[in-house]
């Protein structure tokens, strides 16, 4: 098994925001080993790939375009 590495770029104070990169595999895995894969989650991740592939989706340009 290949080791998780994650390269974190921190700033010089703890109190402002840090860059922390990695690739989608690893993040997946990480995601895994946090339990954060649950299975409704991956349920709706299912259903939402068919609604896709049925044509049930629209392009939307803002959040606004929901409320309508």
Request: contains cysteine.
């Amino acid at each position: 098994m290949e080791p998780l590495i994650i390269n974190v770029k921190s700033p010089r104070s703890l109190r402002q925001k840090a860059l922390i990169e990695m690739d989608a595999g690893k993040f997946e895995r990480l995601a895994a080993n946090l339990g954060l894969f649950n299975s409704e989650f991956l349920k709706s991740l299912d259903q939402a790939e068919k609604d896709c592939h049925a044509g049930k989706i629209r392009k939307i340009k803002s959040l606004k375009e929901l409320k309508k």
